[in-house]
């Protein structure tokens, strides 16, 4: 159990377009899903939480205008990166808690988006 | 604030040596949760453990234990019998809190090569 998804796993896409990254939580509903960043060979960085039916809260220095967050059902939530640029090209994390187990986050395999 | 460190950035063993990863945490709260995560180069986070603050049983699971000291703040991560399937970077993290879904502070990571 505690199963999550991410589509796509590899992106490639051109400076100015805009990238939708789906989190999917496959056998369990979540009611908080987080969207994380990672540079090559560096942590992971937190850059939003994303409750369901309510508006994301971003960490500091995360341009919400820019990375969309959107949470609409219990077992989707998705990333939406507008006007891209190539200093936007990393690998994005998702993570959801099942409510029967809040505490503990499950990681989506992660989207490995590039910029041109 | 919250913070995780991981002082060994690289391990490099042969297999069937043992290995411990070290994790050293700091926080105000009384109540909290420790987890590590282990990341293959595929990319994934994969869930190994979480241990709660009031908690300090060591635990053991396969070839896997850990060893939580609230004394000292720690939180190490051995490997008995390490294996190559055993490569993978691994992240402690931290959490704030019980009961409901809490940001997740990671450490930098230990980058683990087991080599033949």
């Known amino acids: 159990g505690a199963v999550v998804s991410q589509h796509p796993s590899r992106v490639i896409c051109k400076s100015g377009t805009s990238v939708k990254i789906e989190c999917r939580s496959l056998d369990f509903q979540a009611t908080t899903m987080f969207w994380y960043r990672q540079f090559p060979k560096k942590s992971l960085m937190l850059m939003a939480t994303?409750?369901?039916?309510?508006?994301?809260?971003?960490e500091q220095g995360v341009e919400k205008d820019k990375f969309l967050i959107n949470h609409a059902s219990l077992t989707l939530s998705t990333l939406t990166v507008t006007s891209a640029h190539p200093e936007d090209s990393s690998f994005y994390i998702c993570?959801?808690?099942?409510?029967?187990?809040?505490?503990?986050?499950?990681f989506g395999p992660g989207t490995r988006l590039t910029v041109l | 604030a919250q913070k995780v460190t991981q002082a060994q950035t690289e391990i490099s063993v042969v297999e069937k040596e043992d290995v411990t990863l070290d994790c050293v945490y700091e926080t105000r709260d009384t109540t909290y949760y420790l987890f590590w995560y282990k990341q293959p180069p595929s990319g994934e986070l994969v869930f190994l453990i979480r241990r709660n603050s009031f908690d300090e049983q060591n635990e053991i699971s396969g070839r896997y234990s850990w060893n939580f000291q609230k004394s000292t703040s720690s939180f190490n991560f051995t490997i008995t019998a390490s294996q190559v399937v055993d490569s993978a970077v691994y992240f402690c993290a931290l959490s704030e809190g019980p009961g409901t879904a809490s940001k997740l502070t990671f450490g930098t990571g230990t980058r683990l090569q087991v080599t033949l």
């Open positions: 994303s409750n369901e039916g309510s508006k994301a809260t971003y």
């Open positions: 993570s959801a808690s099942p409510a029967r187990v809040a505490d503990t986050q499950y």
